[in-house]
């Protein structure tokens, strides 16, 4: 399988308000990375998008843990 294949597809689906799809392409690219940062990122816009600010949460953090420093997760988990 393809990572950024995967999370390039979810970015687009992202774009295209296609959240379900979304979600499903990062997942497939969080299975052969985990720590992905687009995927973890993208996963949690997706949920926010859909009210699940509570799911959306660890992923965030997920991103923080391996990297503290990522402004854009920082954001993103002050906004959840």
Known sequence: DDLIGWANRGNSFLQLGELEEAR??????????????????????CLSREGKLAEAVPFVERRTKTEPRDVSALVQLGIL
Do not use: F, I, M, Q
């Open 24 to 45: 499903r392409s990062y997942a497939r690219a969080l299975k052969l990375e985990p720590a992905d940062r687009a995927s973890l990122l993208g996963t949690a816009e």
